[in-house]
């Protein structure tokens, strides 16, 4: 037994003394100046992260310490653009009011403003005061630091950045709420599209059955009700692959009980990809698509396959018809929503959508060619940070 406690202690020693080496060699290979440099950026990603959800009271007190820390500043405020304090980090609180008035007056010229403060109560301190000014010439609020002596080129310098630095996330903050706003938008739009064509069959068919068949009526009446329950609602740019599968096959049911047996379905679905997050409504429109422009108007009807398969770190989708299919020429010559006068409305939107979401390389492919029908995919990633139903 204690020749086992002597063994474990021996390691333990060799353990410590192992990590005390490291830590000694990686000071040694680390100098002041690259230490003070990877500080500053990790300070600056801290203060990023509030900023991009834009400029508000929790925001400001959220990115308030890390700014203060970047300009080394013993107290610094942040303001709205009407000089109203939104945060205030560090010492002299008693500020306030006159970082307030600075602030407005900074905004006001869109220049710094200095303001030596008394010496009763702050000897040696000054109060200054940058504007938030972006690349447009908009003033989006006002950063006020206190230093302890009058501050020179440097200090000044620095704080002139750092408001550079926290506008430009502002900016980007803003970018990403009218991206957020476009697909909106753009859902509203593309709901807009699929409505009229798609409501005036589907209760045409339901008043075929209420007399012939009322049990199926019912049936296809909540078929109905749930499809445009989940095609108009409101909550988000984007869905899980589950849900958006599920009201794809209460469209389906709906066109199966118009078509009968000239529709057919193919399904090609692999179960771990069903979590996966896409734009909201954005499979839906091929697969209408695929009915409507590749099978309603062809003899005898045709069948519709839909495959979602697992391809690494993407997903891939797919909707194919055997139907009349289109000439390509078409597709190369303008928007997709332009072609065949319009035989394909609302792809160009899922096209837009699908690339603000995931980037260039994640936009819709077509396949198709007169008498050939038409396949339309896309890769969706399996995950990307910051997308979620």
């Not at 018809?321 to 928007?335: C, I, N, T, V």
Request: charge should be negative; charged fraction near 20%.
């Amino acid at each position: 037994m204690t020749a086992t406690l002597l063994t474990v202690s021996g390691a333990v020693v060799l353990i410590t003394a192992a990590l005390l080496i490291w830590a000694r060699t990686r000071r040694m290979v680390t100098t002041p100046a690259e230490r003070a440099v990877h500080t500053a950026l990790h300070t600056a990603s801290l203060a990023a992260r509030p900023l991009r959800r834009g400029l508000t009271r929790e925001s400001a007190q959220e990115a308030a310490p890390h700014l203060r820390a970047l300009v080394g500043a013993e107290g610094l405020g942040v303001s709205d653009p009407d000089g109203e304090l939104l945060a205030w980090d560090g010492s002299h609180e008693l500020l306030a009011p006159e970082f307030t008035g600075t602030a407005r007056r900074a905004v006001a010229a869109q220049r710094p403003v200095l303001a030596q403060l008394p010496e009763t109560d702050h000897p040696g301190r000054t109060l200054v005061t940058q504007p938030l000014l972006s690349d447009n010439g908009t003033v989006v609020g006002a950063l006020g630091m206190v230093t302890g002596n009058r501050p020179g080129p440097g200090a000044l310098g620095a704080l002139a950045e750092v408001a550079r630095y926290a506008c430009g996330q502002l900016e980007l903050a803003e970018l990403d709420a009218s991206r957020a706003r476009l697909d909106r938008a753009e859902v509203r739009a593309l709901r807009a599209q699929i409505s009229p064509h798609f409501i005036y069959n589907a209760l045409n068919t339901i008043a075929s059955f209420v007399r012939t068949d009322p049990d199926r009526a019912r049936e296809l009446i909540l078929d109905f009700a749930d499809f445009t329950r989940y095609s108009f609602r409101d909550a988000g740019e984007y869905t899980v692959l589950a849900d958006e599968l599920s009201n794809i096959e209460r469209y389906l049911e709906l066109e199966r009980a118009r078509f009968g047996p000239a529709l057919q379905v193919r399904l090609r679905i692999a179960p771990e990809v069903l979590g996966v997050t896409l734009p909201f409504l954005a499979l839906q429109p091929l697969v209408e698509n695929a009915v409507r422009h590749g099978l309603a108007a062809t003899p005898g009807g045709g069948t519709v396959t839909i495959e979602a398969l697992d391809a690494g770190t993407d997903c891939v989708l797919s909707v194919e018809d055997d139907g009349a299919g289109m000439d390509p020429d078409l597709l190369r010559s303008g928007s997709l929503d332009t072609a065949a006068e319009g035989a394909h409305i609302g792809l160009a939107n899922v096209d837009d959508r699908l690339r603000a979401a995931f980037g260039n390389d994640y936009g819709l492919v077509v396949d198709t060619a007169p008498g050939a029908g038409t396949r339309v995919s896309m890769r969706v990633p399996k995950f990307r940070p910051g997308i979620r139903p």
